[in-house]
């Protein structure tokens, strides 16, 4: 669970950063800037903490897909990005990617070794 909650955080500083990012202009004005720098820094260090409680490949398929997820949906609510069935139906296969991944098990050792 601590994983999940620390990939959590890390997933809402990425995208926060990100937001950052569009509203920098090019690192033009200093605050947003300053916002990518530090929501970035967090994102890194937090995911990297939560690979203590999960796998590599599971972390990161739920940061990069919820992450980018979310990104363009708030994409679409803040900055008016183009909405169309293409968008949603990729945004739906990424939540699906990353649910499957979530709930798919690996065989155990005896079974792959009989």
């Known amino acids: 669970m601590k994983g999940y909650i620390l990939l ?13 990012l569009k509203i920098s202009n090019g690192f033009a004005h200093l605050l947003p800037s300053i916002g990518v720098v530090l929501g970035y820094g967090l994102a890194f260090y937090l995911l990297s903490q939560s690979l203590a409680y999960m796998s590599l490949s ?4 739920v940061w990069s ?8 949906i708030l994409g679409i609510l803040i900055f008016a990005d183009p909405l169309s069935f293409w968008v949603i139906f990729g945004i739906a296969c990424i939540i699906f990617g990353v649910v499957l991944m979530n709930t798919s098990k690996s065989p155990s050792k005896e079974k792959a070794t009989s």
Do not use: D, K, N
């Open 58 to 61: 599971l972390a990161y398929a």
């Open 8 to 20: 959590s955080i890390a997933i809402i500083s990425e995208v926060f950063a990100t937001l950052c």
């Open 65 to 72: 897909g919820v992450g980018t997820a979310l990104t363009a």
